[in-house]
């Protein structure tokens, strides 16, 4: 019963959520506008344990007419549970998307990390400042026998309970892009 509990339950919260999807094919993918009113912690409340995730990736996505993205992240999930840190991206999409976001919350299970960040500079229509993004990097090691780490896409217009929802449990953003320059630090 516990186990159908929770699958009705991430299945909601997936409905919720919803990927946006455009015709035009040099959109970044967007979060639904809509989401549920409830708010969560953040996810190492309370864990006694200091939270990183550094560095920088750049990905090509091939769903978005092999648009190049790249972005820096220096987020922190500090002992006591409040997070600190920030997030740039720039995406080659529609001649040049640029934001910058403060992080709301990191969620690291091993070698992934599932980050949000609230925007507070934009020039995306799609991402106003104030909507959060999310999305999901694997640090693969270091050096030249680690394969290259991995990203999804980062997906805009999500809401604070989105965001929190995916530090905490996560969401499947898949598919996961290699990095074809830079590294990520997931510690």
Request: a negative charge.
């Amino acid at each position: 019963m516990r186990g159908l509990a929770q699958g009705a339950m991430l299945l909601g919260a997936l409905g919720l959520f919803g990927c946006g999807t455009s015709s035009d094919s040099t959109t970044a993918p967007r979060l639904a506008a809509t989401g549920p009113s409830f708010s969560v912690g953040n996810g190492a409340a309370g864990s006694g344990e200091e939270q990183h995730v550094t560095g920088s990736v750049a990905i090509i996505l091939p769903l978005h007419g092999n648009a190049l993205e790249h972005y820096s992240v220096s987020a922190i999930q500090h002992k006591d549970g409040s997070t600190s840190g920030e997030f740039e991206e720039y995406s080659s999409q529609d001649g040049g998307q640029r934001i910058h976001a403060k992080i709301a919350c990191v969620g690291i299970t091993g070698n992934t990390a599932r980050l949000a960040a609230r925007i507070d500079e934009t020039n995306v229509p799609f991402g106003p400042v104030g909507s959060y993004v999310v999305w999901t990097v694997i640090d693969n090691g270091e050096g030249a026998k680690s394969a290259p780490d991995q990203s999804t896409d980062v997906f805009f217009n999500g809401t604070e309970a989105q965001a929190q929802f995916h530090c905490r449990v996560g969401f499947n953003l898949a598919p996961f892009f290699p990095s074809i320059r830079g590294n990520l630090q997931v510690d």
